[in-house]
């Protein structure tokens, strides 16, 4: 008997409606820029689709229900956790797994920092606009850390820098990081895994913490794809917030690296696939 069933698939139906409402809209936006005969409208429309072609959107969704799988078809390996939460000061406590305990409270206020940051904005000409997330507080770069040790860096050890100063997220209005629904899509997973680790049914705990270090590991994919991966790094577009793309990437890189370490260490099972992150095929 699974328990919770009920409420593991109402997610899991919710993020496969998403999967198929982005694919569709995928699709119509091909034709539409295929049967745009105005020039600037065409290019307008080639450029959006580019955007979504490169979007982290799929792979969150495919991985979110990849997660709910595990629990609906692999129960045995994801018993009932107990999960604490004390609201003054914020805290959580994982039965049995003091290492994720406290690495998720270590890392808590500055993701509830940045999940509950607005997702619409009014420029200064009063157009609303969804700008991709970033920061200009400076961080720990993966990059560099991996280029001072050949590649051969144990992430788990580089300082995670917070973010919980109110100037800390900076909102970025590049000409291609104005219209960002990937940030929205993260940022409400992450929100809605912290709210449900507090209140969601036993049974749903190990979902919501797996659908946490998905979602930002998710997230740190996005970041890549705003000038620093194959797709984006030779874009002119991206170079004046590469940096603040990078940054809060690396960040959200670290943060899921240290959170799945200590879930594994202390017997969770995990693990996402993102495109352009690793080679194996294995997903649990």
């Not at 808590?108 to 619409?120: A, D, G, N, R, W």
């Not at 009063?126 to 560099?144: A, E, Y």
Request: charged share 25%; net charge neutral; hydrophobic share 25%.
């Amino acid at each position: 008997m699974v328990r919770n069933e009920e409420e593991i698939r109402r997610i899991r139906g919710n993020y496969q409606q998403k999967s198929e409402d982005f694919g569709n809209a995928v699709a119509g936006l091909s034709q539409a820029a295929n049967a745009a005969t105005d020039i600037e409208r065409r290019s307008e429309l080639t450029q959006r689709l580019k955007t979504m072609m490169n979007s982290s959107q799929p792979a969150l969704y495919e991985n979110v229900m990849k997660n709910c799988d595990q629990m609906l078809e692999n129960s045995e390996a994801y018993p009932d956790m107990e999960v604490g939460y004390n609201p003054q000061p914020a805290s959580y406590t994982l039965a049995g797994k003091p290492k994720t305990t406290k690495i998720l409270n270590s890392i808590f206020p500055t993701l509830y920092k940045i999940s509950t940051e607005p997702s619409e904005f009014i420029t200064p000409q009063g157009q609303s606009i969804k700008p991709c997330f970033g920061t200009d507080k400076g961080g720990r770069l993966v990059t560099s850390e991996l280029a001072k040790s050949n590649r051969k860096a144990d992430l788990r050890n580089v300082p995670i820098q917070e973010y919980t100063d109110d100037d800390s997220i900076s909102h970025c209005d590049g000409i291609n990081c104005r219209d960002c629904h990937d940030c929205e899509e993260h940022k409400n997973l992450v929100y809605e895994s912290l709210k449900g680790l507090a209140k969601g049914p036993s049974g749903t705990k190990h979902l919501h913490l797996k659908n946490l270090i998905t979602a930002i590991d998710g997230w740190s994919v996005h970041q890549d794809g705003r000038g620093g991966d194959r797709a984006t790094q030779d874009d002119s577009a991206y170079q004046p917030c590469r940096l603040r793309h990078e940054t809060l990437g690396s960040a959200f890189r670290l943060m899921a690296k240290a959170l799945r370490s200590a879930y594994q260490s202390e017997g969770g099972r995990h693990k996402d696939k993102f495109p352009g992150r690793g080679n194996s095929e294995a997903m649990y």
